[in-house]
C-alpha cells in the first residue's frame, strides 16, 4: 500500500501542492436480522479505495477512487490538484495547518475474539433464539434483531512523513419488540434503541450484552405499556438511565462543541453552535458535578470514537470538555486549532470512508462518574417525586443546539424514594446550559457504560460516524415533563 | 461510468462463479463533485468516482446478499462466495418467490407504467471545478453585496443502476443531477433555498441567493412569540420536510407488521378532502430509476384520494404475504414495482411522490393575504417521531419564519418547535399552491406544493 501511497503524494508534490496526504481504506462488514421469527437480512460488503487531499495555492482539494492502478491514483491526485486551484479563486486566506510531528506506527482495535471467524450459523441461530423469546410474550406484534461487523483497515502517508496503518474492529447488536393495540404501537429496545449497542471490540461483547437473557423482560415491558398511565405534563424531576444521558450527550455537548460547526462550516445543512469562542473558560455549562471529555484514547475503553490516530495522522487525545461545570474545551483539527489559540490539534478529524473528507467529528464524549458510591436503586431512594426515564425513542435538537426535545420508551414514576407505576410516552424537553446546570447528582463508575452511537450524521456529501458516550445514570430538577403530547 | 454491455460481461462471470438456483446482480456506478462553502469562501472541495456489484444467490428458499467494488476475477469469486455462504445455512423461507422474469416483469397495465423522460445530461455531467466555483463565485458576490455570510453546496453528479438476474430480466438506468443549497446568515437571523435537477439548466443559483439573502434580511431582529396553535404557511421544503415521515407506512409490509400509522385506517376519511397524492416515477419533476430493487416496473399508484387512503405499494413477495394473510384487503393486491433489493425486513416504500395540484393553486401571496395572523415557515429541521399511530412528529423551524399579521410579513420570530399530528395537520390544508419540485433535509425530494395549514400546534421557542 506504501507504494501506491507514494503514487499519489508523488504526483501531488510534483505539481505544487504545498500539502499532500492520502488514505488507502479497506472496509469489510456483515449484517445480518431477523423478523417475526424469519431472516430479515443477511449480508456482507466490502469497499476499497483511496481518497487524496491536497493543499495547492492556499486551498483546499480532494479526490477519490476505487481504482489503485498507478495511472487512476496519479490521476485521481491531478484531479486533486484541479480541485484545490478552483478552491482557490474563492478563497480569503491561505489554509494554515497546525504542527505535528509524523509518525510511523501500527495500531489494532483491542479484540479476544475477530467477529467474522464466528459462524454465520451460530450467529442467526443466536438472533432467533432471542426472537423466539419476545414473541413468546402474548401481545408482542413484531420482533426484530439484529447483529453487526465492521473492519476498517487504513493506510495514511503524509508530505512531512506521516506513515499509519490501523485497524478497528466494531461489533454491535440489539433487538426490539413492538406490540400494536388500539391505537397504540409501543415499543421496548435492548440494550439500547436503534439497533442496540455497538464497541470497537470483538464478538466478545455479544456475551457481555446477555441478550437472551433480557429478551423476555422486554418483550413483557412492550405489552405492558399500553397498561400503563400517560406522563403527566408538567415541572418535575426527572433521573435518565445512561443510554439516554448518553444521547443527550451527544446532543447537546457533543455537537455544539464541534470547532467546525462554531465557525459556521456547518451553517447549511448540520448547523451552527450556541457555543461562540467568546463562551470557552468562560461559560457555565452545567453544575459543578458534570465534567465531561472527548477522549479518544483506547483507557477511555472501546468507543466507536476510539482509534490510535485520527484521519490526518494525529494521536487520540483526551480534551477535557467541561471541568466543574465549566466550558473548557472544543473538538480541532489541525485547520482549525489556531483559532483557539491551541499549537496542537485535538485529533478529531475522521472520514466515513476513503471516498469522504474527513471532518471534524466526535470521538468519545462522556460524561465522568459521580466519585462517591452511587447506583441507580440509591440514587431512586434519595428522590422524593420524580420520573425515572429509560432507553431513548425521539430525539430532535435545534440547529444551534439550543433547545432539545427527547421521548423515552418508557418511564416509572418516583414516589418517596420508590419506584412506582409505569409510564408509557416520557419525553423531556429544555435549553442545554439550563438543563445541565440542573444535574445535581450522577451514579459512580460501577454504573457508568460507553454507548456507542453508530449514525451520527454530518456534512456535505452526508456522512454517517460512529461515537461513544460514556454516561452513569443521573439526575435532573425542574425539568419540563410531557410537552411532545401537548395539543395532540 | 460502468456500460450496460460492461455490466452484462461482469454478470456472466459472477454466475459462472456461482452455484446458486438464482443469482441478480444489482451494478451502480458513477461519478460526483461537490464543492462546499462557507463565511464567503470554499473550504471543502471534493471529487468520487466508484462503482461495484451487489450478488443476491438463492437457494431453495434462501437467499443473502454480499457487495464489492472490486471487479476483478478474484473478487468476483469471493463475493459470490460470501453471498452463498451467507444463504445456504439459513432455514428456507417457503415464502420466498423465484426472481422474476421479463414477462413478470412486463405484465402490467399501460395506464400504470410509462416509461420517464431522459434524465441524464451531459451539460449536468460536465460540469468542472472551475464552473462550479464560478457559480460560488456569483452567490457569494449576493451575500456581499446585502453584507452577509453565506454558506452551502454546488454540487454535480452521472451515476447509473442496473440489475441483471438469472432468469433473464435486465433493466439499465443512467441520470444526472446538479444541486444548490444557499444559506444566508445575518446577525440574528438566516435564509435558505434549496433546489436540484437532473438538469443543471433547471437550477437558478443566484435566483436562490437573492431569495434566501431576503429571508436572511426580512427576519433579522426576530421577535419571541408564545408558543400555540397557529395558522401556518409552509413553503414546498417544509411540507416535504414533514410529510416524508407517513410514506415509510403507506407499503403493504409495514401493514403486515403492524407498524403502520394506516393499520385498520385505510379506506377512511383520514385527511381533508383536498388532499390527493400519487406515486409517479414518470413525472416530469421526478427523478430516480422506472424499476424496483427485483428488476419491476415502478407503477404509478394512486395512495390518497380525497383524503382517503386508497392504496399502499408492494414488493412481489409482500403481495403474495398480504394475500395469504387475515389482514383487511384495501385495493388491488399485486406488486407494484416499489420493492427495496432483496432479502430486506422494510418491503417497499413510494419514493416517486406527488402531491397533486387542487383546483384552484394560490401563490404565496396569496395565501399571506387571507392570513389575518400565522407564522410563514421556510424549512423544518430535526424531524422525529414522536408517537408512530398518531404519526406526532417533532421538530424545529430554521432559517427564515416569520410573523403574518394583516395578509403581509410583518416580522422574523424566534424559531418554534413543533409537536404535531401528520393526521391533523393533512385534515388542516385550508390552501395549497401549485407542485413543485422540492428538496429538503429531512425526507427525500418530492413534488409538493407549499400548503396553508390551520392550528398547527408549536410547543415551545427557542433563543434565536
Not at chain 1, 448518553?246 to 446532543?251: A, D, F, K, M, V
Not at chain 1, 462522556?366 to 417525586?385: H, M, R, V
Amino acid at each position: 500500500m506504501n507504494e501506491i501511497l507514494g503514487w499519489a503524494l508523488n504526483l501531488a508534490a510534483q505539481r505544487g501542492a504545498s500539502y499532500a496526504d492520502a488514505r488507502i481504506v479497506d472496509d469489510r462488514s456483515r449484517s445480518l436480522a431477523t423478523k417475526n421469527g424469519k431472516l430479515g437480512h443477511a449480508s456482507d460488503a466490502e469497499s476499497q479505495g483511496i481518497g487524496i487531499r491536497v493543499i495547492a495555492d492556499g486551498a483546499w482539494g480532494f479526490a477519490a477512487s476505487k481504482d489503485l492502478s498507478r495511472a487512476v491514483v496519479e490521476d485521481t491526485a491531478a484531479r486533486a490538484l484541479a480541485i484545490a486551484r478552483a478552491s482557490a479563486r474563492v478563497k480569503q486566506e491561505d489554509v494554515r495547518l497546525a504542527p505535528e510531528k509524523p509518525v510511523t506506527a501500527e495500531w489494532t482495535t483491542p479484540y479476544r475474539i475477530d467477529p467474522f471467524t464466528t459462524s454465520i450459523e451460530q450467529n442467526l441461530d443466536l438472533l432467533l433464539r432471542i426472537d423466539a423469546e419476545l414473541r413468546a410474550v402474548s401481545g408482542v406484534t413484531l420482533a426484530e434483531t439484529g447483529i453487526n461487523f465492521k473492519r476498517e483497515d487504513s493506510w495514511f502517508a503524509s508530505s512531512e512523513g506521516a506513515n499509519i496503518h490501523q485497524t478497528k474492529i466494531s461489533t454491535g447488536a440489539g433487538y426490539a419488540a413492538y406490540a400494536f393495540a388500539g391505537t397504540e404501537i409501543m415499543k421496548r429496545s435492548y440494550p439500547n434503541s436503534f439497533g442496540g449497542q455497538w464497541q470497537n471490540k470483538g464478538y466478545e461483547l455479544i456475551a457481555e450484552l446477555k441478550l437472551v437473557e433480557n429478551a423476555r423482560r422486554v418483550a413483557e415491558e412492550a405489552v405492558a405499556l399500553h397498561k400503563a398511565a400517560q406522563c403527566p405534563e408538567g415541572v418535575s424531576t426527572i433521573i435518565l438511565d445512561s443510554s439516554q444521558l448518553g444521547l443527550q450527550i451527544h446532543e447537546s455537548i457533543g455537537h455544539p462543541i464541534e470547532l467546525d460547526r462554531v465557525l459556521g462550516m456547518e451553517a447549511n445543512f448540520a448547523g451552527t453552535s450556541f457555543l461562540t469562542l467568546d463562551k470557552l473558560g468562560r461559560l457555565r455549562y452545567g453544575s459543578e458535578l458534570v465534567n465531561v471529555v472527548a477522549d479518544a484514547r483506547q483507557e477511555h475503553g472501546p468507543g466507536l470514537g476510539t482509534f490510535g490516530f485520527d484521519d490526518e495522522g494525529v494521536p487520540a487525545q483526551c480534551t477535557p470538555i467541561i471541568t466543574h461545570g465549566l466550558f473548557t474545551g472544543y473538538l480541532s483539527s489541525r485547520e482549525t486549532a489556531h483559532i483557539i489559540g491551541a499549537n496542537r490539534s485535538g485529533g478529531t478529524l475522521r472520514a466515513e470512508c476513503w471516498n469522504r473528507l474527513p471532518m471534524i467529528r466526535m470521538t468519545n464524549i462522556s460524561i465522568l462518574p459521580g466519585e462517591k458510591p452511587l447506583t441507580l436503586e440509591q440514587l431512586i431512594a434519595d428522590t422524593d417525586d420524580g420520573i425515572y426515564m429509560e432507553t431513548n425513542k425521539s430525539w430532535s435538537i435545534d440547529d444551534k443546539r439550543y433547545n432539545f426535545q427527547f421521548g423515552c420508551e418508557i418511564g416509572w414514576e418516583i414516589k418517596k424514594g420508590k419506584r412506582g407505576r409505569m409510564l408509557k410516552n416520557p419525553s423531556y424537553s429544555g435549553i442545554t446550559t439550563e438543563f445541565w446546570n440542573s444535574m445535581d447528582a450522577i451514579c459512580s463508575r460501577d454504573q457508568w457504560t460507553l454507548w456507542g452511537t453508530p449514525n451520527c450524521g454530518k456534512g456535505q456529501p452526508q456522512q454517517v460516524m460512529g461515537t461513544g458516550h460514556g454516561a452513569s445514570p443521573a439526575r435532573f430538577r425542574g425539568i419540563k415533563v410531557g410537552s411532545a403530547y401537548r395539543g395532540n | 461510468m460502468l456500460s450496460k454491455e460492461e455490466a452484462a460481461d461482469i454478470f456472466e462471470r459472477i454466475k459462472k462463479h456461482s452455484s446458486a438456483d438464482e443469482v441478480e446482480v444489482l451494478f451502480y456506478s458513477g461519478q460526483s463533485a461537490l464543492t462546499r462553502f462557507a463565511n464567503n469562501v470554499i473550504h471543502q472541495n471534493v471529487a468520487e468516482a466508484n462503482d461495484g456489484v451487489s450478488v443476491r444467490t438463492s437457494f431453495g428458499g434462501r437467499t443473502a446478499r454480499a457487495s464489492t467494488n472490486k471487479v476483478d476475477d478474484e473478487s468476483l469469486k469471493r463475493v459470490v462466495q460470501a453471498s452463498e455462504d451467507l444463504a445456504k445455512v439459513q432455514r428456507p423461507d417457503p415464502d420466498l418467490l423465484p426472481m422474476p422474469d421479463p414477462q413478470e416483469r412486463d405484465r402490467v397495465s399501460h395506464d400504470a407504467f410509462s416509461a420517464p423522460p431522459s434524465r441524464y445530461f451531459a451539460e449536468t455531467a460536465a460540469i468542472t471545478p472551475g464552473l462550479r466555483a464560478e457559480g460560488v463565485a456569483k452567490i457569494v458576490a449576493v451575500a456581499d453585496r446585502h453584507k452577509l455570510t453565506t454558506a452551502g453546496i454546488f454540487s454535480n453528479s452521472e451515476f447509473v443502476e442496473g440489475i441483471f438476474n438469472s432468469r433473464g430480466l435486465s433493466d439499465w438506468h443512467t441520470q444526472t443531477s446538479a444541486e444548490v443549497s444557499i444559506t444566508m446568515l445575518a446577525g440574528d437571523s438566516s435564509g435558505w433555498q434549496k433546489s436540484n435537477s437532473p438538469d443543471v439548466n433547471n437550477l437558478d443559483p443566484l435566483a436562490l441567493a437573492e431569495t434566501a439573502a431576503r429571508k436572511a434580511i426580512d427576519s433579522a431582529a426576530p421577535r419571541e412569540m408564545t408558543p400555540g396553535k397557529y395558522t401556518v404557511i409552509l413553503e414546498p421544503a417544509a411540507v416535504l420536510d414533514i410529510v416524508g415521515f407517513m410514506f415509510w407506512d403507506f407499503g403493504g409490509q409495514a401493514i403486515l407488521d403492524e407498524r403502520s400509522f394506516l393499520n385498520n385506517r385505510i379506506g377512511t376519511q383520514l385527511f381533508g378532502e383536498n388532499v390527493n397524492i400519487v406515486d409517479d416515477v414518470a413525472h416530469p419533476l421526478q427523478s430516480g430509476a422506472p424499476f424496483d430493487g427485483e428488476g419491476m416496473r415502478r407503477q404509478r399508484v394512486s395512495l390518497v384520494e380525497n383524503g382517503i387512503v386508497k392504496r399502499v405499494v408492494y414488493a412481489r413477495g409482500t403481495a403474495e404475504r398480504m394475500k395469504k394473510s387475515a389482514a383487511p384487503k384495501v385495493g388491488p393486491i399485486a406488486p407494484t414495482g416499489h420493492g427495496f433489493p432483496l432479502p430486506n425486513e422494510m418491503g417497499e416504500m413510494p419514493s416517486n411522490i406527488v402531491l397533486s395540484a387542487p383546483s384552484q393553486p394560490q401563490t404565496l401571496e396569496q395565501m399571506m393575504s387571507s392570513t389575518d395572523r400565522g407564522i410563514l415557515v421556510t424549512r423544518l429541521w430535526y424531524i422525529r417521531e414522536v408517537d408512530p399511530y398518531e404519526k406526532i412528529l417533532t421538530g424545529m423551524t430554521r432559517d427564515g419564519t416569520f410573523l403574518i399579521e394583516n395578509g403581509k410579513v410583518h416580522a422574523g420570530v424566534r424559531n418554534f418547535r413543533f409537536n404535531e399530528s401528520l393526521i391533523h395537520m393533512l385534515s388542516n390544508v385550508e390552501a395549497m399552491g401549485a407542485p413543485v419540485r422540492a428538496s429538503g433535509e429531512e425526507s427525500f425530494d418530492m413534488v409538493v406544493p407549499a400548503m396553508k395549514v390551520r392550528d398547527f400546534n408549536f410547543t415551545e421557542v427557542t433563543k434565536f
